[in-house]
């Protein structure tokens, strides 16, 4: 199996039929930096969610997942055999709260990658409906920057473009009403599409997961300053806290971080499941 690249969290081979095997690791990017302790079973835990929402999306929108199964001992759980897809070069966000990097752009002008939001919000507020708010693909280590949608029709034409940002919304709108049934409030996501052999538009990378997600508490949600958090916020937030200025290398996780933190990824997975994560 020839080995393609390594990723902030996932490593990625190609197998001899063509196909390819992402293989989630436990290392954490905050910053887009990644930082030197690992958080234990957090590769399983995002490969089993992102497995499950693949399987529960399917009729929404083609996906490039064929297996979990079949794997060695060393990489079981947290390998997924997918299609190999030709990416865009647009990362799809769709936000239903405004939260992150989206508070900065429209405190700054009132609006986020184009899209005119209400005057008045303060983080953590709902928005009147979830907005498509693209960026472009950054090289690791460099940041994403938000783009219009017709930027993005500029990249990929108009017909894809609408396809992608209807696709994203559909399946935002899905893993909202589940997150919603299990007392979450999913904030935002971030979804990445490409060609497969047969010029077929797919859904890749991952779905759903508490590392392309915001999941929210919902009995906690109170609008007006950062939410408590069932992702890597926690980690964010710590990293931040300890004055280190955002460039390689981070800091070492504590163990009381890192428990928490995985303590986290598991009542997400658990809650969005219904199924009890085993550590076997």
Same mark, same amino acid.
């Given at each position: 199996m020839k080995h &393609?690249?390594?990723g902030?969290?996932r490593?990625v081979?190609?197998d001899d039929?063509g196909?390819v095997v992402?293989?989630a690791?436990d290392?954490?990017?905050v910053f @887009?930096? =990644? &930082?030197?302790t690992? *958080?234990?079973?957090?590769g399983a &835990?995002?490969? !089993?969610?992102?497995?499950w929402?693949f399987?529960?999306?399917a009729?929404?929108?083609p996906?490039h997942? $064929?297996t979990?199964?079949g794997?060695?001992?060393e990489w079981?759980?947290?390998a997924?055999? +997918?299609?190999?897809?030709t990416?865009?070069p647009?990362? +799809? *966000?769709v936000?239903?709260? /405004?939260?992150g990097s989206a508070?900065?752009d429209? !405190?700054r ?10 005057a008045? /919000? ?5 928005l009147?409906d979830?907005v498509?708010?693209? %960026?472009?693909k ?9 783009i219009?949608?017709?930027?993005v029709?500029d990249l $990929?034409?108009a017909e894809?473009?609408? +396809? $992608?940002? #209807?696709a ?17 409030? /999913? ?9 497969d052999? #047969?010029g077929?538009? =797919? ?5 759903l997961? %508490? @590392?392309?997600s915001?999941?929210?508490p919902m009995?906690?949600w109170q609008p007006g300053g950062p !939410?408590?958090a069932?992702d890597?916020?926690? =980690?964010r937030?710590w990293a931040a806290s300890?004055g280190?200025d ?5 800091p070492?996780?504590?163990a #009381?971080?890192v428990?928490?933190t995985?303590e986290?990824y598991v009542?997400a997975?658990?809650r /969005?499941?219904?199924?009890r994560w085993?550590d076997d």
């Amino acid at each position: 199996m020839k080995h &393609l690249h390594s990723g902030k969290v996932r490593d990625v081979y190609q197998d001899d039929d063509g196909t390819v095997v992402l293989v989630a690791s436990d290392r954490v990017s905050v910053f @887009d930096v =990644v &930082l030197p302790t690992p *958080v234990p079973d957090k590769g399983a &835990l995002l490969t !089993q969610l992102s497995a499950w929402w693949f399987k529960q999306t399917a009729e929404v929108f083609p996906n490039h997942l $064929i297996t979990t199964d079949g794997f060695p001992p060393e990489w079981a759980g947290r390998a997924m055999r +997918c299609k190999s897809l030709t990416m865009l070069p647009v990362e +799809c *966000v769709v936000r239903g709260y /405004l939260a992150g990097s989206a508070v900065r752009d429209y !405190q700054r002008d009132g609006t986020v990658s184009g899209v005119k939001l209400p005057a008045g /919000l303060v983080e953590g507020d709902r928005l009147p409906d979830p907005v498509f708010t693209p %960026s472009s693909k950054a090289p690791q280590g460099e940041h994403d920057e938000p783009i219009t949608f017709e930027q993005v029709v500029d990249l $990929i034409g108009a017909e894809t473009a609408e +396809c $992608i940002k #209807d696709a994203s919304l559909e399946l935002y709108t899905r893993g909202a009403a589940r997150a919603a049934d299990v007392g979450l409030v /999913l904030a935002d996501t971030k979804l990445e599409f490409g060609y497969d052999a #047969d010029g077929e538009l =797919v859904l890749g990378d991952e779905l759903l997961t %508490s @590392d392309s997600s915001r999941y929210w508490p919902m009995d906690q949600w109170q609008p007006g300053g950062p !939410q408590p958090a069932f992702d890597k916020q926690f =980690v964010r937030d710590w990293a931040a806290s300890t004055g280190w200025d955002k460039t390689p290398p981070g800091p070492e996780l504590p163990a #009381d971080v890192v428990a928490a933190t995985r303590e986290r990824y598991v009542a997400a997975y658990e809650r /969005l499941t219904g199924q009890r994560w085993s550590d076997d």
